[in-house]
């Protein structure tokens, strides 16, 4: 069980408390260590709170914590995002998210944006903090999560690899797999507390995935894996056959984007550069919209994880 926390918010002794009602691991909200860019973000705590957040955790015996940081910050560089991932490995977490940070529509950034790294900057950064994390015992297994040994987050692998999950509660979503009817749906709970407490059931929404729409919802979430997938897995989890996406599939391999072994299918390293690259191959015409926005909204809607940066086709073209 994972507990979502701010590190602005911890009341001291809590956590034992959350352990003794069957929390198991927690999230921290760090983003960053530095004083000046938390400002400008707008976050309510201090670097000197995640500090004590993470010291609690350890005093209460859940040592099983995420750190969530982001890089491309405003005015960070490279040796600012390397502060951040030494920092956040002094406090001992088992596993830590590392997002690039993006401008999402309606939110003050988007309206006002801050003068941000550019990709190139970007993408040392992340190679550099990528380096750091593996020299320090973690394994990247999702494009933007990386653990400790036993230690990888375990609902959001049941999501990236498009596993069954209720969403209960105000503004939770769902996915559902009824093989007896041929159908895998999607559920959304009304966000507003006060109206889903009122009518759960009327609230909630409900929508069959399309069969054209299976294997862009598959791949949205398993090409963010560096392991891959499997060829059963594909075919179990949404009741297709592979000839459905083999000339994709070859497609992608002869583009150097996936590898196939024996059972496996992954991303190669230039692949997992571009997400989106691949996506755009699994998407039916009919819900392609002009200057990507429907891959940005799949991106963002997606699944949990969805929201690590997902690269164009087009730089995907000039990177090869």
């Given at each position: 069980m994972t507990l979502e926390a701010n590190p602005g918010t911890i009341e001291r002794g809590r956590f034992a408390e959350y352990r003794a009602a069957g929390v198991t691991r927690v999230s921290l909200g760090a983003q960053t260590f530095d004083a000046a860019i938390l400002k400008a973000l707008g976050r309510i705590h201090s670097s000197d709170e995640t500090r004590r957040a993470a010291a609690e955790l350890h005093a209460a015996g859940l040592a099983n914590f995420n750190l969530d940081l982001m890089y491309a910050l405003p005015g960070q560089d490279t040796a600012g995002a390397g502060r951040d991932i030494a920092e956040a490995l002094?406090?001992?977490?088992?596993?830590?998210?590392?997002?690039?940070?993006?401008?999402?529509?309606?939110?003050?950034?988007?309206?006002?944006?801050?003068?941000?790294?550019?990709?190139?900057?970007?993408?040392?950064?992340?190679?550099?903090?990528?380096?750091?994390?593996?020299?320090?015992?973690?394994?990247?297994?999702?494009?933007?999560?990386?653990?400790?040994?036993?230690?990888?987050?375990?609902?959001?692998?049941?999501?990236?690899?498009?596993?069954?999950?209720?969403?209960?509660?105000?503004?939770?979503?769902?996915?559902?797999?009824?093989?007896?009817?041929?159908?895998?749906?999607?559920?959304?709970?009304?966000?507003?507390?006060?109206?889903?407490?009122?009518?759960?059931?009327?609230?909630?929404?409900?929508?069959?995935?399309?069969?054209?729409?299976?294997?862009?919802?598959?791949?949205?979430?398993?090409?963010?894996?560096?392991?891959?997938?499997?060829?059963?897995?594909?075919?179990?989890?949404?009741?297709?056959?592979?000839?459905?996406?083999?000339?994709?599939?070859?497609?992608?391999?002869?583009?150097?984007?996936?590898?196939?072994?024996?059972?496996?299918?992954?991303?190669?390293?230039?692949?997992?550069r571009f997400v989106n690259d691949m996506l755009l191959e699994f998407m039916p015409e009919t819900s392609k919209m002009p200057g990507g926005s429907a891959l940005s909204m799949a991106s963002r809607e997606g699944g949990q994880g969805a929201s690590a940066p997902l690269y164009t086709g087009l730089e995907a073209r000039n990177a090869e």
């Open positions: 002094a406090l001992a977490p088992a596993h830590l998210s590392h997002y690039q940070l993006t401008l999402e529509p309606g939110t003050v950034f988007a309206a006002r944006p801050p003068a941000l790294p550019d990709e190139d900057a970007a993408a040392v950064m992340l190679s550099a903090c990528a380096g750091r994390l593996q020299a320090a015992g973690f394994s990247q297994y999702e494009v933007s999560a990386y653990a400790r040994a036993g230690q990888q987050c375990r609902h959001n692998l049941n999501y990236w690899t498009f596993g069954d999950y209720l969403g209960v509660g105000a503004g939770a979503h769902g996915k559902l797999t009824f093989a007896d009817r041929g159908q895998i749906l999607r559920t959304v709970q009304a966000r507003e507390p006060r109206r889903y407490l009122a009518a759960p059931d009327a609230a909630l929404a409900r929508h069959v995935i399309a069969a054209e729409q299976l294997p862009f919802e598959f791949m949205l979430n398993a090409l963010r894996l560096p392991g891959g997938f499997t060829c059963r897995s594909f075919q179990e989890r949404t009741g297709l056959a592979w000839d459905v996406i083999g000339a994709r599939i070859t497609a992608l391999r002869q583009r150097g984007l996936l590898e196939m072994t024996a059972t496996h299918c992954r991303p190669s390293a230039l692949g997992l």
